[in-house]
Every structure is written in structure tokens, then in C-alpha cells.
């Protein structure tokens, strides 16, 4: 069972990304994929999550509008569009999944499967 995100770089404030991660060894069927990051000297924080089946999805206060998840269900994979980044949205960014029988997803649980993370920088 494995995670693999994409998508990471460098990128000009203002500038958008979009992440992807793929599941290896499973689908997301059933599952809650969720979306974190982690900054330096920072504690990790939650961005958004989906349930993968029912398409229903949950955002950090702090971060809708300016960051959107969504799911390709035929490339099995969940996707994180960001837009207009600014330099504090710097940070190693994984993606996360747990399974549920749920029709939601939270943030605030355990995820047992991580990602290895993919580094966005936003620099002028």
C-alpha cells in the first residue's frame, strides 16, 4: 500500500499547482483522501479531504477558496489545485488516506497511509 504524490515545484506568488496523489497497491475505493502540509519549524496542518466514493468533501477554515480537491475517478487518483500561492503556502505537502464506510471525511482523525510529500515552493 503506497501514496504517491505529484506535482510539486517551484512556482512565483500568484502562480498555481496541482498536486496529485495516486494510490499503489490499492484504490480509493472507500477510502478518505485527505490533503496536509507541513512548513519548516511549523506543526503539520490539514488542508482539505474527500470520500473518495461519494465525492463529498471537507476544508480547512483557513484554506477554501484558494485551494480545491477533487477525485478522478477513472485515474484513481485525488487531485490538489492551488491558486494564487503566496510564499507562506511553502511546504512539504502530503496526501493522506484512511478507509471509511463513511459518506464524509474529516480531518481530525488518524490517516493511516501517507504519502512520501512533494515540496512547493513559492518564491519572487
Known amino acids: 500500500v503506497q501514496l504517491v504524490e505529484s506535482g510539486g515545484g517551484s512556482v512565483q506568488p500568484g502562480g498555481s499547482l496541482t498536486l496529485s496523489c495516486a494510490a499503489s497497491?490499492?484504490?480509493?475505493?472507500?477510502?478518505?483522501v485527505a490533503w496536509f502540509r507541513q512548513a519548516p519549524g511549523k506543526e503539520r496542518e490539514g488542508i482539505a479531504c474527500i470520500n473518495f466514493n461519494q465525492g463529498r468533501m471537507l476544508y480547512a477554515d483557513s484554506m477554501e477558496g484558494r485551494f480545491t480537491v477533487s477525485r478522478d475517478y477513472f485515474k484513481d487518483t485525488v487531485n490538489l489545485h492551488m491558486s494564487n500561492l503566496k510564499p507562506e503556502d511553502t511546504a512539504v505537502y502530503y496526501c493522506a488516506a484512511e478507509g471509511t464506510d463513511d459518506i464524509g471525511c474529516l480531518l481530525n482523525i488518524v490517516y493511516d497511509y501517507w504519502g512520501q510529500g512533494t515540496q512547493v515552493t513559492v518564491s519572487s
Open positions: 497497491g490499492f484504490t480509493f475505493n472507500y477510502y478518505a
